[in-house]
């Protein structure tokens, strides 16, 4: 009953420093998305990928990028993190047309 | 500005009161959703609406997809407490998954 697993859930960075957060689905699932949320807000699409080895930009994709592994594994990094960067993010997966599966989140601080 | 555009942004309201949130967008859909989204959660599907026209019930939550699937609203009747959260409607345009600009809603006992 895993779902969608997303790390770390919370992670303070300095000005920057690199990072990569982790997501892994067990569904199947082909096409995988990184979000950030800022507070009160809606969901912003920063990367996606339709299948494995695809990927393309969203809405957001400046100072990130991403890495489809595997059809299980979708990973985001931040090159050289800034306060900008500061936000939740959320990894998804989903098959065409249907629900969308999120993971926990990771609050990410950038001092 | 975000491909999906969400109104009001924000909805204090009384117990008891009827509310409509509305998700327009230039673009058309193949089918738009509705989430909802506790704080410190991850949004969690509410209903996809699908057929142009499309009223789909769900309790107290009516949910209504535009004629041209351009635009799709929510209505809750008679809110609740424990309808408070984050709204948020959703779609996909050639794989990419867009969500809306967000309604947070406050219902007051």
């Known amino acids: 009953n895993a779902g969608v697993t997303q790390t770390p859930k919370f992670q303070v960075l300095k000005t920057g420093q690199s990072m990569t957060l982790q997501c892994a689905q067990d569904?199947?699932?082909?096409?995988m998305y990184w979000y950030r949320q800022d507070p009160g807000m809606g969901l912003r699409l920063i990367y996606y990928?339709?299948?494995?080895?695809?990927?393309d930009k969203g809405e957001v994709p400046n100072g990130y990028n991403v890495s489809r592994l595997n059809k299980r594994e979708f990973s985001l990094r931040l090159e050289s993190a800034a306060p900008s960067q500061t936000s939740v993010y959320f990894c998804a997966s989903k098959r065409r047309d249907t629900e969308a599966f999120f993971g926990q989140g990771t609050r990410l601080t950038v001092v | 500005t975000q491909l999906l555009e969400q109104s009001p942004q924000f909805l204090s309201i009384q117990e008891g009161e009827n509310l409509t949130v509305y998700c327009n967008s230039s673009s058309v859909f193949s089918s738009l959703q509705w989430y909802r989204q506790e704080p410190g959660e991850g949004p969690v599907l509410l209903v996809t609406v699908v057929t142009g026209g499309e009223v789909k019930k769900l309790k107290r939550l009516t949910f209504q997809f535009g004629d041209a699937r351009k635009d799709s609203s929510l209505h809750i009747t008679a809110a609740q407490p424990g309808d408070t959260g984050l709204y948020l409607c959703?779609?996909?345009?050639?794989?990419?998954?867009?969500f809306g600009s967000g309604t947070k809603l406050n219902v007051k006992p």
């Open positions: 990928s339709a299948s494995e080895g695809t990927t």
């Open positions: 569904m199947n699932h082909n096409s």
């Open positions: 959703a779609g996909s345009v050639f794989n990419k998954f867009y």
